[in-house]
């Protein structure tokens, strides 16, 4: 059975904890250079930090992200897997998909404008609808 459909889920895996690295990085390099008379009270969630972090904070966000929409992928990935639908093309969706998402996370956690960033993310929508669709059609 072909598997070449399951390496961009992997790479998005694999980035995703690049990700948990860089935002674990700069949230305590940021949160030890905080000099305040005193420290954040225990138990605090991230967006109660998340005005003492300024842009350390972006990275936090973008992980959260990942933990979101990219769950439909490795659904529609595993789908097409499954039911041998993952022609080709499906492969370059996919491919595509892992490396806008990449862009996405690499641009929220520096640049950061709302507009640019929104932009790639329908980008990469519009790979995983194509995605879905051929999911769903493989399985109906």
């Known amino acids: 059975m072909d598997t070449t459909i399951l390496a961009p889920a992997a790479v998005l895996v694999a980035w995703s904890l690049v990700m948990l690295g860089w935002l674990a990085f700069a949230r305590f390099s940021k949160l030890a250079k905080i000099k305040t008379s005193e420290p954040p009270a225990p138990g ?3 967006q109660d930090i998340d005005p003492m972090l300024g842009t350390a904070a972006w990275k936090s966000h973008n992980y959260a ?3 979101e929409q990219p769950t439909i992928f490795y ?3 595993f789908i097409l897997h499954i039911t ?3 022609s080709p093309l499906m492969v370059k969706f996919a491919w595509a998909y892992v490396a806008l998402r990449i862009i996405h996370s690499v641009y929220q956690s520096t ?4 507009m640019v960033r929104f932009s790639i993310f329908m980008l990469s929508t519009v790979c995983l ?3 879905a669709v051929n999911a769903v ?3 109906i």
């Open 75 to 77: 659904a529609t990935v």
């Open 44 to 46: 605090l969630r991230g």
């Open 65 to 67: 992200h990942l933990m």
């Open 111 to 114: 640049i950061n404008k709302v």
């Open 84 to 86: 041998q639908a993952a």
């Open 137 to 139: 059609m493989a399985t």
């Open 129 to 131: 609808v194509v995605l």
